[in-house]
Nanobody
Framework: QVQLVESGGGLVQPGGSLTLSCAAT????????MGWYRQAPGKQRELVAV???????NYVDSAKGRFTISRDNNKNTVYLQMNSLKPDDTAVYYC????????????WGQGTQVTVSS
């Protein structure tokens, strides 16, 4: 059974930093592109950042220069380092795993709340 377990969310002041982690079990981690998505109240879920097994990354424009996605294939874990956080970053952040050979085979974590507020 595949499980993605996120951690690291919380309340942070504007300008602050948080690091999210997502630990994956039940899958061959290197065969999956890993991504972070977020969903703010009343908005659609959006892609924040993705990283391939080889380490290639891509970011939504609003995250470029502030967020960094990384992965540790030995620990089956993907990270999202978030700096210079803004109130607009407030959302539930979800981890996603997409099989590189079968893109329809995707898994989601339960989400972790990030709130940026003074």
């Amino acid at each position: 059974q595949v499980q993605l377990v996120e951690s690291g969310g919380g309340l942070v002041q504007p300008g602050g930093s948080l690091t999210l982690s997502c630990a994956a079990t039940g899958l061959i981690f290197r065969l999956y592109t890993m991504g972070w998505y977020r969903q703010a109240p009343g908005k659609q879920r959006e892609l924040v950042a993705v990283i391939t097994s080889a380490g290639m990354t891509n970011y939504v424009d609003s995250a470029k220069g502030r967020f960094t996605i990384s992965r540790d294939n030995n620990k089956n874990t993907v990270y999202l380092q978030m700096n210079s956080l803004k109130p607009d970053d407030t959302a539930v952040y979800y981890c996603n795993a997409a099989n590189i050979y079968h893109e329809s085979q995707q898994y989601w974590g339960q989400g972790t709340q990030v709130t940026v507020s003074s």
